[in-house]
């Protein structure tokens, strides 16, 4: 693999910043950013920044849902229990519902 790719973002080589300008003087021109690759895994080895990454994912939508369609809901097991704090006296107060042993919590249980 190169050692560099040029941003994803749809209009990386419209964002005006002085980094982008390359060109001699009267022919100077704004450029699609240069990506050092260092981490596989990283949105960031292929787009400069979240806003590219944004612009990418709002242009392209439609093809990435298409990736994984999500034609139903997931699902994570958990279990819901009532907590109370005790008083002085050895009587509950603030009863509330604390969520537990949720496997997986905030991550898809696919
Ligand atoms: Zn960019």
New binding site residues.
């Given amino acids: 693999m190169s050692s560099h790719v040029w941003?994803?973002?749809p209009y990386?080589h419209t964002?005006q910043t002085l980094d982008r300008v390359r060109g001699s003087q009267g022919s100077k021109v704004l450029r699609?950013?240069k990506i050092k690759q260092w981490r596989d895994d990283s949105l960031y080895n292929w787009?400069?920044?979240m806003?590219?990454y944004n612009e990418f994912a709002n242009k392209y939508v439609q093809q990435i849902v298409r990736i994984a369609p999500r034609t139903e809901p997931l699902t994570t097991p958990c279990q819901i229990r009532e907590h109370s704090n005790i008083d002085y006296y050895g009587k509950p107060y603030k009863t509330k519902s604390v969520l537990i042993n949720a496997e997986h919590l905030g991550v898809d249980n696919e």
Avoid: V
């Fill in positions: 941003c994803h973002g990386c964002h699609t950013r787009f400069c920044s806003h590219c």
